[in-house]
């Protein structure tokens, strides 16, 4: 199976998994419900779940063990998207090719789409720790649940500070701490949290941390790139906007030849951290890769 | 000291406790945390987290270690109020007497203290959880965190269902069922939580959940009733626009005697599930009828 094969049997894996999570319920509250599982059931890449899968299998086989944290992420991340995209932050009309929620139903919707979102990845969190075979396990879980709020918060401020600076001239240090907030800090968690339930070694997890950090940086970046050049039809929103929105990127502030050098340095040194683990790590290295050459 | 005192009292050491965890550092997302500030320290009567102080009393002295617990739901409420007040929900402008968050800073400010608040009520369980002295500790705090996530999911079931009913006829029992979920969620996971904590029995926990919901009901219809003849200059924004609104509430409903009248009676139940109690249950005994009461 080569790398994008398996990369579509991973987002398979977890589209199956949320559709268990997805209340089917004839209840009376069916409308929040559908527009909960209209946002899920995009055609998302699912990266940030597969990361939590992938690392998990650097170090032990059941994979299934750590899918309901997958799903949790998935969930937190659509969150994160749907109240981006709302008309008091980000005010775009489509995501992923289709109407963003709020267009599709209103902003109440989606405002309380994102909320119970939020609340259902710790809902599921909260069950696994529930349902731990021991107290290892427990411990395990908690530790996870810990890292899985900070992440939010450290997300939470990036998103806040993106905003704030709109229009500003700031610096590359900023630009990259907001970033660092903002999208990395998932990433991080991910491997973290694949390594943890693994119960891989603090090495491993504060190594595997590093690969995260670069690959956060590595997305954002290319996500700057395909922003202002990128294939409108693929990517299934328009493109070239973010000068003229005033918009601090990594391309707005040194132009596409620098940002892609700045890609190119990135994804070295990601693939440096992966060193150690051999062949084992083949597809967090083509993970890396992917991530710089991707068209949407 | 009498029960007004009382509550002052707790008033006052959950705002202490609230101050704790407001982020200090000067850090640059400053005006995110000083949104949350301005956001938390209103003059609420933090209600909630005395119900949780004041059920953990019932069964234990050492009621410090209940505080973050306390601090956690006043969080969450805080988060509820604030999205339910921006433009796209209920489009309020003032809140306790104040210009509510969207209004004083701006929506994606307000969007994202929500969220932060949200998060950091889990981040504040996660943490005792993980400071836990010993097993049983622990999993009592677990069960908490479970109950927590059930309790928000209500309130956002209520929230949006109150949004889709809106100018809709509706049954008395639908209008039971959503308040139930919106308001009496709450009140129920603080008066279960204080009794998980102190290691009340199954029993009492059962008995006070039912405590709960009757105070829970009452303070809705109380709310509605204000909401028609308060003084608007005490409930600190404007009266008698929930029939303009085509608001379904229990006084556009049923009139003003009507919904007093069920706002006594639903008040004795309450204070009926206290007898088993006696003279411990004062403080609950004076809440529900002070709910019943007050002028806002």
Redo the contacts between chains.
Sequence with gaps: MNFKEKLRDNQELVNQEINKYIKKEN???I??NEAIEYSLMSSAKRLRPTLIIETYKLFKNDYEKCLPFAVSMEMTHT?SLI?DD????DNDDYRRGRLTI?KMY???????A???L???S??II??E??NSEN?DQ?KKK??V??E???A??EM??G???D??CEGKEISKE?LD?IHNKKTASFFKYCVRTGAILAEASEEDIDNLTLYAEKIGLEFQIKDDILSEIGDSKIMGKPVGNDKAMNKITYVTKFGVEKAQEYLEKTTNEALRTLETYGNKAEFLKELAIYIKDRNH
Tied chains: 1, 2.
């Design positions: 209840l009376p509250e409308t929040l969150f109240h709302l008309p008091g932050i709020h209103n902003e109440a919707t989606a405002i309380l994102g909320d119970s939020m609340n259902n710790y809902r909260a069950n720790i529930n107290i427990m908690i530790r649940l810990n899985f709020s900070c939010i918060d939470i401020i998103e806040y500070l905003t704030e900023k701490y």
